[in-house]
């Protein structure tokens, strides 16, 4: 039986298929109002301060195509990372 999160939770574990430096440095997943997303993570270091910064994609959106932006958050990689080109900014 895997593992299902409670609404608003998630969790991050570290990317071990990394093969690039662009790529997430955490991958894992959250519920969010009910939605299931994927979560990419990155460490970013900005004026001396350490922080995280996040990209989710609905878990639902397969078919290569954004989804909507009230729900969405933005686009998302797969998993592994192999996709990404780095953070969303």
Same mark, same amino acid.
Do not use: C
């Given at each position: 039986?895997? *593992? &299902?999160? /409670? ?6 574990? !570290?990317? &071990? /298929?990394?093969? !690039? ?15 299931? *997303?994927?979560?990419? #993570?990155?460490? $970013? &270091? /900005? $004026?001396?301060? /350490? *922080?995280?910064?996040? +990209? ?9 195509? +954004?989804?909507?932006? #009230? +729900?969405?958050?933005?686009? *998302? ?5 192999? &996709? ?6």
């Amino acid at each position: 039986m895997s *593992y &299902e999160h /409670k609404d608003n939770t998630g969790s991050l574990f !570290k990317n &071990e /298929k990394r093969t !690039k430096d662009t790529q997430a440095q955490a991958v894992g997943s959250a519920v969010i109002e009910g939605v299931a *997303y994927w979560v990419d #993570a990155w460490t $970013n &270091e /900005k $004026n001396g301060a /350490k *922080y995280q910064s996040l +990209k989710f994609r609905r878990k639902d959106n397969q078919g290569g195509t +954004k989804a909507p932006p #009230a +729900k969405s958050f933005g686009g *998302y990689p797969s998993s592994s990372g192999a &996709e990404d080109d780095g953070p969303p900014f």
